[in-house]
């Protein structure tokens, strides 16, 4: 039998590319900062990493936190921040509310020994990322947004509070 990511059935949709499509569709015609909030993105961290990025739900700031690879010596680098940053939004679609906060849902996490439903995991994120690229606007606004803090390209590390760019 052919193996089907968990994740597919439960969404009902017949392949990752229909499921990335329809998650893309939610966030159409948003401003980012809506987008972020919807998928409860509340801070975005700009540091060295050991990879280009990853997601963590941190319960004290009740929402999702996302890590860029940030090295002083590089920047603009902002296609490799935008394409990680899409990335990480598609694995932002892995969480859902509950009456507590934010739980992973379970359908969308590889189950222990299952190598493949890691790889359709990223191959999720992956083509989530494209499609979402796919949109100029969506480029544009992710490259202003990412474009804003060249300034401070000298830091360490940079945090971006998301909540408190909220447009007033
Ligand atoms: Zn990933």
Known sequence: MAYKWPALDYERVANIRSLAEKCVETLNGKSLFEQFMQQQIVEITLRPLFTLGGMAYEAKKNGLVVYLLHKKEDWPA????????????????????????????QVWRPREGAPKDIESLEEFAD??????????????????????????KDEEQLTIDVRALWPS
């Open 78 to 105: 902002s296609d490799a921040k935008c394409i990680t940053l899409a990335h990480e939004l598609g694995h932002s679609f892995g969480w859902e509310m509950n009456g507590v906060g934010l739980v992973a849902k």
């Open 127 to 152: 083509t989530f990322a494209y499609l979402w690229l796919s949109y100029p606007k969506n480029r544009k606004s992710l490259t202003k947004f990412l474009e804003k803090y060249k300034a401070e």
